[in-house]
């Protein structure tokens, strides 16, 4: 376990295990560096990079800010850049491929990117949550109805049915997880407004965002996931399209499948 502390002071603990390019993985809305996928992902990508991990702020081992912005996660992956030796390879998934691009956006020092399944929903057609989620989001956790707040990011925001989260608190080690890190969710959902409504991807948003990209899907993934990879690539200046079986997040992750991937375009040349 390492620390770096952020530009606002907030200390974030990281992981490195591995030699050669530096490579930081970024997980999503539960994720934190000791989630089980996220630890046989860097241990399969280690034989050939410098893999880090790490909390992100308010999870695990992190520390946290009395007030979240956005900007505070685009600093703390500066940070961890630094640590990296001041350019990296980054993989972001699910609203973490958000937050990568955004930092991308912002600046941040990253030789190529890899954005996996970012929840963006640009068809009205595809399930798209309420608009005031994020608030609802972040009143739920206010009121600490934690295990409230989980089901409603799941249904109404991820549009999961109602009988996937009645499964999940019936596994205790599974719901346990999600129950210590669910107080973050309302970081998750801000770092989403704007990019759930059903409608088209701003075409000039990203147009600073030139370096090497790669956006990965899966064809098993829901209709609104494999819509907003689709809608992505077309945005980009400089980014490619791999959709394959296995490449999904809503299950357990494929790590052998993602890894696969994530070795050849950070090894290509």
């Known amino acids: 376990m390492h620390t770096v502390i952020s530009k606002d002071g907030t200390k974030i603990v990281y992981d490195k295990l591995g030699n050669g390019p530096s490579l930081i993985l970024i997980g999503g809305a539960f994720s934190y560096r000791k989630f089980p996928g996220m630890v046989k992902l860097a241990r399969l990508l280690s ?25 505070r996660e685009y600093e703390d992956l500066d940070a961890i850049i630094t640590k990296a030796g001041g350019t990296a ?41 309420p608009t005031d989620f994020s608030k609802k989001v972040s009143d739920l956790v206010a009121a600490d109805l934690i295990a409230d707040t989980i089901k409603y990011f799941m249904t109404k925001g991820m549009g999961a049915p109602s009988f996937v989260v009645t499964m999940m608190r019936m596994m205790p080690g599974v719901w346990s997880k999600l129950m210590a890190v669910a107080h ?15 409608k088209s991807l701003p075409e000039d948003l990203w147009n600073n965002v030139t ?10 993934s829901p209709l609104m996931l494999r819509d ?3 809608a992505l690539v077309k945005v980009l200046p400089n980014a490619e399209l791999i959709s ?8 357990q992750l494929n790590v052998k499948r993602i890894s696969s991937e994530l070795v050849l375009f950070f090894s290509a040349v």
């Open 228 to 230: 907003g990879a689709d």
């Open 244 to 251: 394959k079986k296995g490449l999904g997040h809503t299950k």
């Open 184 to 198: 973050t969710l309302p970081y998750d959902a801000t770092l989403l407004e704007g990019y759930m409504e059903g």
């Open 211 to 220: 370096v090497p990209t790669l956006v990965l899907k899966g064809t098993e």
């Open 89 to 129: 390879f980054v993989w972001g998934l699910s609203s973490g491929a958000v937050l990568v691009l955004q930092a991308a956006a912002h600046g941040a020092s990253i030789a190529k990117l890899a954005l996996h399944e970012p929840p963006f929903i640009v068809n009205d057609t595809d399930h798209v949550p």
């Open 47 to 71: 034989d050939q990079f410098t893999v880090y991990t790490y909390d992100r702020r308010g999870r695990g081992d992190s520390g946290d800010s009395k007030y979240y912005e956005p900007a």
